[in-house]
């Protein structure tokens, strides 16, 4: 059975300073003392998304089920993403500033559009689960249903398609599928300690 690779050491939590808001009209002015506030924000998460990972390590290794885990380590990762990436507000000015915000941390440590935790497609399945579960009612061929499944595809036959499996799980593999749709979990990991140790060295320049 795998285990996903934490290679990050854990740094002290940090502490923060004051808050304090700088705006324009149009956007938000974050100079270097709020850059550092979002950026320990930004640590904080990475840690907690690694603590789920060992998480999910410990359960794996105690062949208990994982899924628990899986979902934690997923929601934590999507907190994450929506500091660089913030979705979209019915408020305009709201939207302006988070978007600002979003593209000055991506720069400051360097991260692309390609980056593995931009994905939301992951996430957007689990807290939109109702409406997947509508959908899988209405298309489902023989409406049959597995909800959860840990370990290889194969171990299932008959009339059950890949979106008949809600929640699946390879531990020799480390990918969960949500209704077919595969996603590797070790990559997440990969793409947080990378988000982690960019925050880290970025404060390093500029505190």
């Not at 789920?52 to 899986?70: D, G, I, K, M, T």
């Not at 500091?83 to 019915?90: N, R, V, Y």
């Not at 692309?112 to 992951?122: A, M």
């Not at 990918?175 to 979990?185: A, D, K, S, V």
């Amino acid at each position: 059975m795998a285990a996903v690779a934490i290679s990050s050491a854990h740094a002290p939590l940090l502490t923060f300073d004051v808050f304090k808001i700088i705006r324009t009209e149009r956007s938000l002015v974050m100079d270097v003392f709020l850059e550092r506030i979002y950026l320990e924000q930004v640590i904080e998460d990475c840690q907690m998304c690694i603590q789920s990972a060992q998480n999910l390590n410990h359960e794996l290794s105690h062949s208990r089920e994982p899924f628990s885990c899986v979902i934690d380590l997923i929601h934590k990762a999507a907190s994450l993403s929506r500091m660089f990436w913030p979705p979209k507000s019915f408020n305009k000015e709201s939207t302006k500033r988070a978007d600002s915000r979003g593209m000055h941390l991506r720069k400051s440590i360097g991260i692309n559009e390609n980056h593995v935790i931009k994905s939301r497609s992951i996430r957007d399945h689990l807290e939109h689960f109702d409406e997947r579960l509508d959908d899988w009612a209405e298309n489902s061929t023989h409406q049959n249903i597995i909800k959860k499944l840990i370990g290889s595809r194969s171990a299932v036959g008959g009339d059950i398609g890949n979106d008949d499996i809600i929640h699946h799980f390879d531990p020799q593999t480390l990918h969960y599928y949500f209704r077919g749709q595969g996603f590797n979990i070790q990559d997440i990991v990969i793409g947080i300690e990378d988000i982690q140790n960019r925050a880290i060295a970025r404060i390093n320049v500029i505190k």
